[in-house]
């Protein structure tokens, strides 16, 4: 089991910034993947950015350039600093966790955390 706790969610006006922390705790696979998906209501769940153990980078088009993550692999803690918000930004903040250890392949997500960017 995996356990992912997120925080820094909250309210913020357009062009505004706010970090994103999960910090994962539990059998945790040296090899993994941690990152963000969100979802907006009525739409489905998309990738924001993700980042393996060894720091290589996945992001979104609609956030390049403006979200950066990034990890620290000695707290099992991924960030997100978001950057320029827009109002489209706007959604439920997910973690992501997926580990693999040997044929064994792991996934969980956190409780999600709330976004909302005001114009």
């Known amino acids: 089991q995996v356990q992912l706790v997120e925080s820094g969610g909250g309210l913020v006006q357009a062009g505004g910034s706010l970090r994103l922390s999960c910090a994962a705790s539990g059998s945790i696979f040296s090899i993994n993947a941690m990152g963000w998906y969100r979802q907006a209501p009525g739409k489905q769940r998309e990738l924001v950015a993700t980042?393996?153990?060894?720091?290589?980078?996945n992001y979104a088009e609609s956030v390049k350039g403006r979200f950066t993550i990034s990890r620290d692999n000695a707290k099992n803690t991924v960030y997100l600093q978001m950057n320029s918000l827009k109002p489209e930004d706007t959604a439920v903040y997910y973690c992501?966790?997926?580990?693999?250890?040997?044929?064994?392949?792991?996934?969980?997500w956190g409780q999600g955390t709330q976004v909302t960017v005001s114009s």
């Open positions: 980042i393996t153990n060894g720091g290589r980078t």
């Open positions: 992501n966790y997926n580990g693999w250890g040997g044929t064994s392949h792991t996934a969980y």
